[in-house]
């Protein structure tokens, strides 16, 4: 438990602590288990900045972003240019979006406070050294073009990680890493030479989310679910919203280790 995130540095936090309300919209979120921010480095080191719309029931558990399946995907992505710790990832939406209702919410991010505070945050959290920048999905990509002060580095907009088109999203995906490994320096204890993407995702294009980007305390499997990739029946996260109540009930499970 040596290597841990002690959180955001104290102006992002007084930021964070600014949010607009979701009140007025709370339909279209997941709204009562209260917004998560971010994960990585926030301090205006970071050389590639990562957005997403992502907070879901094990981000929720971690207080982190892309932690479950869909961010250990993007661990792997990380990973293929050599980043162990350069990054910063956060969301176009501060609460996890229903799915279902992504249409509807679409104007929110447009709505005159959460842009001001997306984009303030946004400033807050990049520097000169940043290479480039990834928007993964759709809102994403509408968060990134309405940002009104972007650093001018290469923008890349690919399709998020739990995409329904797995043909899609991996071509793409194979595309930004071979034009990314032109543009992002790797950190000193990264390899951005292991193998590319191939046809279809395999276990090796994961990776477990590094103990530096979660909070003290968690669980040393919280963020690796290979174990539940491997079950079955397979499940693909080890924290899941049950059909009886998919508003209010998380169920956390934890791999039988002995």
């Not at 447009?110 to 928007?135: K, Y």
């Not at 890349?156 to 088109?165: K, T």
């Not at 890493?177 to 292991?194: C, F, K, M, Q, Y």
Request: cysteine-free; charged content about 20%.
């Amino acid at each position: 438990m040596g290597d841990f995130d002690p959180g955001p540095p104290v102006m992002v936090a007084r930021h964070f602590a600014k949010v607009p309300s979701y009140a007025d919209f709370r339909e279209l979120f997941w709204y009562d288990w209260g917004p998560v921010f971010y994960r990585g480095r926030l301090n205006r080191k970071a050389r590639l900045l990562a957005i997403a719309s992502d907070p879901g029931p094990t981000e929720r558990i971690a207080g982190r972003t892309l932690v479950g399946d869909a961010g250990q995907r993007v661990q792997g992505f990380l990973g293929k240019l050599g980043l162990t710790r350069s990054y910063a990832l956060v969301n176009a939406y501060a609460y996890a979006l229903r799915p279902s209702r992504a249409q509807q919410a679409a104007p929110l991010l447009s709505r005159p406070d959460q842009l001001a505070w997306r984009n303030t945050l946004l400033d807050l959290i990049t520097g000169p050294e940043l290479q480039a920048i990834v928007a993964f999905g759709t809102q994403a990509r509408s968060a990134v073009q309405l940002w009104t002060d972007r650093p001018n580095v290469p923008l890349f907009e690919v399709p998020h990680p739990s995409s329904r088109s797995p043909k899609v999203l991996i071509d793409s995906w194979r595309n930004a890493i071979t034009e990314l490994r032109a543009i992002v320096t790797p950190d000193p204890d990264g390899d951005n030479t292991v193998p590319n993407y191939g046809v279809k995702f395999a276990e090796s294009d994961y990776a477990p989310i590094p103990p530096r980007d979660l909070p003290f305390g968690v669980p040393p499997w919280l963020g690796n679910d290979a174990w539940g990739r491997k079950d079955k029946p397979r499940h693909n996260n080890s924290v899941e919203r049950p059909g009886t109540d998919l508003l209010n009930t998380l169920v956390w499970r934890a791999p039988k280790l002995g």
